[in-house]
């Protein structure tokens, strides 16, 4: 039997809840984040809340970077590591040493009432370590983030998804794809851990940049905007850095229609699927009907070993 919806007041201003024995307390539910959509903050934590069956497994044991839209989705935002003070004494804290010798207490969303906290604080989509805190040098999976430059389609993009695929696949690799909710495609690949992150950084760049040389009309790898040609899609391997993050999969994204980071397969891809397909309002029912399809992300078996190229 599956758990009882979780909803989100919709008659009042503010609302205390309690989830699993925790007491959440939201705040301002009928603040409007998407006003051309009628969509509120309240929309958006019941949003959250019926997708974090499938989300939370992917967020679990990750320290939390914080994008916090307190005027909704076409307000100013900002970014905030370090897990605010005073919090439930129930947000568990994952404690990262940066470069100048400081250590950051990062939120980790660990469950349904910590997610409905971080949402509660304006994030609107979510950004995870790419290693979980018991490593955090030590990341499980690799990735690309496909941007479109300037005068580049999302037709160009899809393209260029097909390619990074083959090109994975033929080095034995699993290979996932998600749309960004942006502009662009996330191209995921879980792996053994085992590489230190800037190992991982350094197999991305060979790639991207090999891809970028056999496919110089549509690929570019090169970073720096001024001089990244047009009409190409970026293959950025950047974002596997040390201490960089992406939007995590079924993040809201804050853009026109309310977009979500959606898993899909490759042959939705090849089909025609776009960014502006699903959203807030369908990925509800999607997930119902298909599941999560990135599940082979957090499985243990079928993760490719690296070190075979590091």
Known sequence: ?????????????????????????????????????????????????????????????RAMVMKRYPHGAHGEFFFMKRAPSPRPAWIETCAIEHGSGSIIEFPMVQDLAALLWVINLGCIDLNQWYARCDDVDRPDYLHFDL??????????????????????????????????????????VP??????????????????????????????????????????VLVDYNQNAWGRTLASIYSVRPRPRAPVSAPITWAELEAGVTIEDIRL???????ASVGDLWKPLLQARGRFNLRTFV
């Open 281 to 287: 309002d369908t990925m509800p029912a999607r997930l």
């Open 1 to 61: 039997m599956s758990p009882a919806r979780l909803l989100i007041p919709r008659d009042a201003a503010d609302a205390v809840l309690r989830v699993a024995g925790k007491e959440v307390r939201l705040t301002n539910l009928s603040k409007p984040f998407w006003p051309e959509l009628g969509i509120t903050k309240g929309d958006l934590l019941q949003y959250y809340a019926d997708v974090s069956t499938a989300l939370l497994p992917h967020l679990r044991d």
């Open 147 to 188: 941007d479109p430059g300037e005068g580049a389609t999302f037709e160009r993009v899809r393209e260029t998804g097909l390619i990074v695929r083959d090109a994975l696949e033929t080095l034995r690799m699993p290979v996932l794809v998600k749309t960004t909710g942006s502009r662009g495609l996330h191209v995921y």
């Open 191 to 232: 792996i053994q851990r085992g590489p230190v992150q800037k190992d991982v950084w350094r197999f991305a760049k060979a790639l991207a940049m090999e891809l970028a040389a056999r496919h110089p009309a549509l690929i570019t790898a090169e970073y720096r905007i001024a001089k990244r040609p047009k009409g190409r």
